[in-house]
């Protein structure tokens, strides 16, 4: 069972920065897509965007240029770089990974705990 633990959250300004970080435990032959999502208070939780292997990447209409996805192969972290950030950005972040397991089966992560990142001046 891969776990996965979101890091980096927190208050921030509007137009600041934050990194957010996802760590994947467990046992994980490779990462083949990961996603970060996003569920502000009272909304439904949202897609922001993805990185598939091979580097295609794809993000929401909200945060195309702010937002980039990238991975650290080697440590199986996945972050995501938040810049000019708005208000309306504030919302618990989650990530979500679809792994290949050593028998070469597919399988998506449970979802994390998330990480509360708050816009506020």
């Known amino acids: 069972q891969v776990q996965l633990v979101e890091s980096g959250g927190g208050l921030v300004q509007p137009g600041g920065s934050l990194r957010l970080s996802c760590a994947a435990s467990?046992?994980?032959?490779?990462?083949?897509?990961m996603y970060w999502y996003r569920q502000a208070p009272g909304k439904d939780r949202e897609l922001v965007g993805s990185?598939?292997?091979?580097?295609?990447?794809n993000y929401a209409d909200s945060v195309k240029g702010r937002f980039t996805i990238s991975r650290d192969n080697g440590k199986n972290m996945v972050y995501l770089q938040m810049n000019s950030l708005r208000f309306e950005d504030t919302a618990v972040y989650y990530c979500?990974?679809?792994?290949?397991?050593?028998?070469?089966?597919?399988?998506?992560?449970?979802w994390g705990q998330g990480t509360q990142v708050n816009v506020s001046s």
């Open positions: 990185l598939i292997s091979g580097g295609s990447t």
């Open positions: 467990g046992t994980i032959s490779s990462i083949n897509a």
């Open positions: 979500k990974l679809i792994y290949r397991r050593y028998d070469g089966t597919l399988r998506w992560t449970s």
